[in-house]
């Protein structure tokens, strides 16, 4: 299903992919990668991130991992001479069709450095960091495509699971799940408290930390309807997690819905924003 043309390998976390081939999973209809994406932007508070971004208009600025380009935009109305990349083809797509006035490529991120497009005066990457559990390597190579003085701004969830009440049994399974997928090198569930570290091994000077709010991965209180939904769904792309857990992955789908729709439902995840800046003597 994925390939270079086609998009990265299937992930499994916030946004993920499409909807199982063949779908046999449930009742649900399959919902479009676009849709799912369109979707779930109303429950992000990305003009709360744009205004921590220490962005001047004119700047040259990369959106990593574009998908439909909505925040491409918002850096292009705050002034910004912004592309959006992305190598998913579906979603860069629709991003054109969007937002015709703006410029989007297909870039695979781990090849960012050796871009014609760089070097940018900053960087924004939403929900794109866990897609790179060897997190340090990656933003290495990203220091090399900034200008001196330039800055990145990355935001991503930490602990995607962690909703209450659910049965202890799932938290240590889960546990197993997110580092089986981290050293196979697939999706970091943990990504967001790796950030400034990360950042900081890879030779940047952390300038901002701060939690985001987001209606959908850390509300605390019995989940709507549509959040629920939105979760059905997660729940049903989610194929690494049905092989992990293999047949007790329906037991597990209905303690977690059951966690999320409870009168005591609490979420630990967090939503994570970094900014930092490549020093202005630092190497290339
Ligand atoms: C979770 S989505 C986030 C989309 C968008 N930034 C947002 O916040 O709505 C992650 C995006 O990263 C892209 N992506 C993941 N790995 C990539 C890679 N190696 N090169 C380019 N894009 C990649 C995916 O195609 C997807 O569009």
């Avoid at 297909?106 to 497009?117: E, H, Q, V, Y």
Wanted: glycine share 10%; aromatic share 8%; proline share 7%.
């Amino acid at each position: 299903m994925t390939g270079p043309k086609d998009g990265p390998p299937p992930p499994e976390g916030v946004y993920v992919t499409y909807p199982p081939e063949g779908n046999g999973f449930g009742a649900r209809d399959p919902v479009s990668l676009v849709q799912q994406y369109e979707r779930q932007e109303r429950w992000r508070r990305c003009d709360d991130a744009l205004a921590r971004v220490p962005l001047h208009a004119g700047e040259r600025i990369l959106d990593l991992g574009c998908g439909l380009g909505d925040v491409t935009a918002r850096l292009q109305r705050l002034g910004a001479d912004v592309v959006g990349v992305d190598m998913n083809d579906e979603l860069l797509g629709a991003a054109r069709r969007l937002h015709p006035d703006l410029r989007f490529e297909n870039l695979d991120l781990n090849a960012l450095d050796a871009s014609p497009l760089c070097p940018v005066d900053g960087m924004w990457a939403g929900f794109v960091a866990a897609y790179f559990p060897r997190l340090e390597a990656t933003l290495e190579r990203w220091h090399k495509g900034l200008a001196p003085n330039g800055w990145i701004a990355l935001v991503e969830m930490d602990d995607l699971f962690g909703h209450t009440p659910c049965p202890t049994r799932w938290s240590r399974e889960l546990e197993r799940f997110y580092e089986e997928a981290r050293t196979a090198g697939r999706y970091d569930f943990q990504s967001g408290r790796r950030l400034a570290p990360a950042l900081m091994a890879a030779g940047f000077d952390v300038v901002h930390e701060s939690t985001l709010e987001d209606d959908e991965l850390s509300f605390q209180g019995p989940a709507t309807s549509d959040v629920l939904e939105a979760w059905q769904q997660r729940l049903d792309r989610m194929a690494g997690l049905r092989t992990f857990l293999g047949p007790s992955f329906e037991e597990f789908r209905r303690d977690f819905i059951d966690a999320l729709t409870s009168p005591g439902h609490r979420s630990s995840t967090r939503v994570v924003m970094v900014v930092a800046r490549k020093a202005t003597s630092g190497t290339t």
